[in-house]
Structures are given as structure tokens and as C-alpha cells.
């Protein structure tokens, strides 16, 4: 019998798929059990759909014995290309057709009986993953009479079973809209014995707790019991957050800023808030790491007052930890810290911490924080920036790691762009006058650099006047590496100066390079001077 079943459904598979999709027709091989022979018609054959009590039978034993189990796997034939195929990938298709009259009433308790049972014996997790699916697809008294398979699966025995069942929590609610109902075997896992299913609640957390707001929003005759079920999830995810297992910590952790978008503002700084100023100094650094991230998403929520009243001190015992990977998740949020906390908040309690972190030991730590200046810049203003940070900026330029002083070059791009070309002619070009003697020709190069990346922010009479002067002076530079890139960074600046420029300094020196000995050097020069000459041609 399982070798014809397996031949049949091989032929049979794209005809019974068309057919669920189109329920007016039906194959002839779904017949009951009994009918199937030698003589059974080809495959391209169809009647009329038979009666419920002859389709639920020969569908029945399709369920039972070719989709809840991972070992029972077709080869099947779809559109030409032979693929390994499920039963378990029918249930949603078969559900999905199957929500009226009398075939839903039998396949449903057949389906009904079939899911724990194949959760009871055999490899059952995997197949489980598309309960989910097939409660999406149903109607919601489908989904309703199926809750009683979420209900009877949360308490499996295997752990595995109950961590995959538990995330068909979000699909049961939004179809059946009973909340109440589901968040029973929600509460069973996240009480779960095993750390996996309490993982798998925790990761749940965010979707499942937009999906209870959603019936809320509805106003049906479910969203009482849903806004009770609102108010009991804070408590619950705290829970998790203080779990024993680090991965549980770290699963709460990463959802957090999500969660705490989805509950009033008061229950975040109430209840969220101190249980993430005690696990700041959580034991494992991972949950160190995802707390930081989700801390400073947090900060917009609560505004000015949350972060000074409630964060301040989370931040920056952060920004103090021993992991590189906390202080730059801290770091790489700081712009958004600054916007929400004010200019004088964050200058009085952050900005210290700060400069610490500026000469950190990791590289990446400080190319974080030279990644934060320009939106700290913004909130800080042009005299407070001068008195605190411009120095530092610039000491970034001189750094002994190139992704640093190439980051550096970037941040001074953004602040000539926030602050004008008066301030940038004042403050950050003495500072590349002085990078043209450096006895360290990276250094020289890259004061090119800057030049380069200024032409673009400012005005054409900046460039003339600033940077075409450093430029030219730079292309008779001892080492070849500093003359090609000051070949390079003329080439750029004539295509923003104006003809006489080009024409009475630019030009000159391009043609001398393209004579220089070093063929790296006249390569660049003369491709430079070709991109050039269109410019002074004009």
C-alpha cells in the first residue's frame, strides 16, 4: 500500500494541487482507499468532486501518513524537475480549500488527532513549523477548533516539540482573536523547564505582543481579555530578562527596545528600566552587547527626561565596560542620544565618557566615536564644538591606523558641511597646511585626502583660494606615493574651479607630473590632465 501511495502521489501531485486550488474538480486517484487499482484512470483524467464522505477518507491517510513526520518525504514530480517533497507542505493548501461544509467537519478532527500524534513519536519538530502557516490560511473557526492542538503540544514532553509549537502562538491570535486563550500555552512557555522554550518565547515576545494589540485596536468582543493580557506581559518579559540562562538574558535583550515600543511609556521606565540597570553588569558579555544596542533605542521613547532621569546612568555604566563590542554598540547610537537628551544633558554627562573613549585601545571603538561627531556637532552648536571637540577632530587626522584617519577625513567632510566654509578656512585649514611638512608621508597623503573630500562641500571660490594652493604645492613632493595622489586631487579640484584656475596652476603642474620619472606618478598626472583639459577647453 505505501509504495502505491507513493507512485500515486509522484504522478498525482501537480493535478491534486490545481484541484485544492480549484475545488470544483478533483482527481480521480482521491478516491477512498478501496477504489484504488490497476485500473485507476490517468492522472490527466478529472470528474466531479465527490461527496465529503469519499474525499475525507482518501485525504485522511495523505495527513496521517506523509505529513507530519520528517522521515515520511516523497520524491515527487512538479512542473518537470523532481524534488524532495513533504506532505507536511499540503496542510496549509488543504486548509486553506477546506473551511466549508461537510469535508471541514471531517478533516478537521482528522487533523486534529493527527498533529499530536505525530508529536507524540518520530522526529515531529520540524514538521511542526507549518502549523503556523496552516492556521494562517484558515478561517477563524478553523483556527479556533485547532487551538486545542496548540493547547495539548505545550505540554509535550519533548522540549523541542513545545519550542516549535509555541511560535504558532502569533497566528492562533490573529486569526482566532481569542488572546486570552492563547496566551495560556504562551505562559507555559515562557514558565517552560527547558531554556530552549523559554528562547523561543522570548524571541515571540515583539510579534507576539503587536499581534494582542492588534485585537485590542479591533474593539471586538475579544479585546478586554486582550488589553489583560497586555498588562500581564511586562511582567512576563522581565522575567525573561532575568532568566537564568544567558541565552534566554540575551534573546529578552535584543527584543527590548522593540517590546518597549509596544507598552505605555510609564511601565517602561517603571518596571523595563530598572531591570536593565541591574543586568548592565550581566556575566556574559553577549547579553552586555545586545543590551547596549537596545538601550539606546530606548532613549527616544522616554524623550529628554527618560534619559536623564532613568538611562543616564545605564549608558554610561556601558560605555565603562571592559567589552570592546558593548562600548561600540553604545557609541554607534550616540547621535541619537545627543538629538533626544539636548546639547547641555549630553554635554554635561556624556561628553566625558566620551573623550575617554576617543583614545580607546580598540580601533573600532574610536572610528565609532569619530562616527557619532558630526550629529553630536549638530546638537552642540559651533562654539561649544570649538571649545570641546574641534581639537580632538583634527588630533584624528594624525591617527597611527589608516581606517581611522580615512573616518576622520569623513567626519571633517560633515563638519565643514554642518558648520560653513568660514569655520573650516579658520579651523581645519591650518591644520592641513601643517600636515604638507609632516615628516611621515602617510600623513601628507593624507591631508590629499581632506582636500579631496572638502572640494566637495564647499564653494568653488574655497577651493580656488584653500585647497588648490596645498594641492600644487604638494605635487613636488619627495615620494612618489604623495606626488600621484596630489595628481589625483588636482585632477578633482579642476573640475570645480573655474577656466583661469585650471589654466594658470592646475594645468602646469599636471603636465609636469606627467614628465616625472616614477611611471605610477605621469600615469595619474596624465590621466588627470586628459579628464582636465575638456574643463579648460570649455
Request: a neutral charge; aromatic letters at 6%; charged letters at 20%.
Amino acid at each position: 500500500m505505501t509504495t502505491k501511495f507513493s507512485s500515486l502521489l509522484r504522478k498525482n501531485l501537480s493535478l491534486l494541487l490545481t484541484s485544492l486550488a480549484a475545488p470544483s474538480t478533483f482527481p480521480a486517484f482521491c478516491l477512498p482507499w478501496s477504489c484504488w487499482s490497476a485500473s485507476t484512470p490517468n492522472a490527466s483524467a478529472t470528474r466531479p468532486l465527490p461527496p465529503s464522505s469519499r474525499l475525507c477518507p482518501s485525504f485522511h491517510p495523505l495527513t496521517s501518513r506523509t505529513t507530519l513526520s520528517s522521515s515520511s518525504t516523497a520524491s515527487c514530480t512538479v512542473s518537470g524537475s523532481t524534488t524532495a517533497f513533504s506532505g507536511a507542505q499540503l496542510c496549509p493548501i488543504a486548509f486553506k480549500h477546506s473551511t466549508s461544509g461537510p469535508a471541514r467537519e471531517q478533516i478537521r478532527p482528522g487533523r486534529r488527532r493527527a498533529l499530536p500524534r505525530r508529536a507524540s513519536h518520530g522526529p515531529a519538530a520540524p514538521s511542526l513549523r507549518f502549523l503556523p502557516k496552516m492556521v494562517a490560511v484558515t478561517t477563524r473557526p478553523v483556527a479556533v477548533d485547532l487551538l486545542s492542538v496548540l493547547e495539548t503540544l505545550q505540554v509535550d514532553p519533548q522540549d523541542s516539540v513545545r519550542a516549535v509549537n509555541v511560535r504558532a502562538a502569533v497566528s492562533f491570535v490573529t486569526t482566532t482573536r481569542d488572546a486570552r486563550r492563547v496566551h495560556q500555552s504562551f505562559t507555559r512557555a515562557a514558565d517552560d523547564d527547558s531554556w530552549r522554550v523559554r528562547y523561543a518565547a522570548a524571541e515571540l515576545c515583539v510579534p507576539y505582543l503587536a499581534a494582542v494589540r492588534e485585537v485590542i485596536s479591533s474593539g471586538d468582543e475579544h479585546a478586554t481579555a486582550a488589553q489583560a493580557v497586555l498588562e500581564l506581559m511586562p511582567a512576563q518579559f522581565i522575567a525573561l530578562l532575568d532568566d537564568g540562562e544567558p541565552e534566554v538574558r540575551g534573546a529578552a535583550a535584543t527584543a527590548l527596545a522593540d517590546f518597549a515600543r509596544l507598552i505605555p511609556v510609564p511601565r517602561v521606565f517603571d518596571t523595563l528600566v530598572p531591570t536593565v540597570s541591574a543586568h548592565a553588569r550581566d556575566a556574559a558579555e553577549f547579553v552586555r552587547t545586545a543590551l547596549a544596542t537596545s538601550v539606546m533605542k530606548i532613549c527616544p521613547v522616554g524623550g529628554a527626561e527618560g534619559v536623564d532621569t532613568h538611562l543616564r546612568p545605564v549608558i554610561l555604566a556601558l560605555l565603562g565596560d571592559e567589552c570592546a563590542d558593548v562600548r561600540l554598540n553604545i557609541i554607534s547610537n550616540l547621535g541619537e542620544v545627543a538629538h533626544v537628551a539636548g546639547a547641555a544633558s549630553f554635554s554635561d554627562a556624556l561628553l566625558p565618557a566620551v573623550f575617554q573613549l576617543a583614545e580607546d585601545n580598540n580601533w573600532r571603538v574610536r572610528r565609532a566615536v569619530i562616527r557619532a561627531v558630526p550629529d553630536v556637532a549638530a546638537q552642540l552648536g559651533q562654539e561649544a564644538f570649538d571649545e570641546r571637540l574641534a581639537s580632538l577632530c583634527l588630533a584624528w587626522l594624525g591617527d597611527a591606523v589608516f581606517a581611522i584617519r580615512e573616518a576622520a577625513v569623513e567626519n571633517v567632510q560633515k563638519l565643514a558641511s554642518i558648520f560653513g566654509p568660514a569655520w573650516t578656512s579658520r579651523a581645519v585649514m591650518p591644520k592641513i597646511s601643517a600636515m604638507r611638512s609632516h615628516p611621515n608621508y602617510l600623513h601628507r597623503m593624507t591631508g590629499l585626502l581632506c582636500c579631496g573630500a572638502l572640494a566637495e562641500v564647499l564653494p568653488a571660490a574655497s577651493v580656488a583660494n584653500d585647497l588648490v594652493p596645498i594641492a600644487r604645492r604638494m605635487a613636488g613632493d619627495p615620494v612618489p606615493n604623495v606626488r600621484f595622489a596630489a595628481a589625483r586631487t588636482l585632477g578633482k579640484l579642476a573640475g570645480i574651479v573655474d577656466n583661469g584656475v585650471v589654466a594658470g596652476v592646475i594645468k602646469p603642474a599636471l603636465m609636469s607630473l606627467a614628465e616625472d620619472a616614477d611611471r605610477d606618478v605621469s600615469f595619474f598626472a596624465a590621466e588627470a590632465l586628459q579628464a582636465s583639459l575638456p574643463t579648460a577647453a570649455a
